[in-house]
Nanobody, 121 residues
Framework: QVQLVESGGGLVQSGGSLRLSCTASGRIFSINTMGWYRQAPGKQRELVAGITSGGHTNYADSVKGRFTISRDNARNTVYLQMNNLKPEDTAVYFC???????????????WGRGTQVTVSS
């Protein structure tokens, strides 16, 4: 079956950097747009950054200039490079794929389980 698995979260001091990775597995043929979302305690899940299969990107205003999203289509992997991290970036970060075509058929709005990012002041 198809899975999205995130890695790279952790604890970092304010101003530090982390790189998140998310890899899709399971007889993948293609993945459309992939993105990173985050959810802080008591808040709604919000889009951080997205990237299409062609490499077009978009970012939340709060992370522009600090975060960079990229992907390796051959490895079915999306990355989020996070620099100059701030305490307000603390959240669980989730990977999303809006459409995955695999040997199990097309699947939509697919989510990983999340990885915790904590930024201390």
């Amino acid at each position: 079956q198809v899975q999205l698995v995130e890695s790279g979260g952790g604890l970092v001091q304010s101003g530090g950097s982390l790189r998140l990775s998310c890899t899709a597995s399971g007889r993948i043929f293609s993945i459309n747009t992939m993105g990173w979302y985050r959810q802080a305690p008591g808040k709604q899940r919000e889009l951080v950054a997205g990237i299409t299969s062609g490499g077009h990107t978009n970012y939340a205003d709060s992370v522009k200039g600090r975060f960079t999203i990229s992907r390796d289509n051959a490895r079915n992997t999306v990355y989020l490079q996070m620099n100059n991290l701030k305490p307000e970036d603390t959240a669980v970060y989730f990977c999303n794929a809006d459409q995955i075509v695999s040997g199990y058929g097309p699947q939509y709005d697919f989510w990983g389980r999340g990885t915790q990012v904590t930024v201390s002041s």
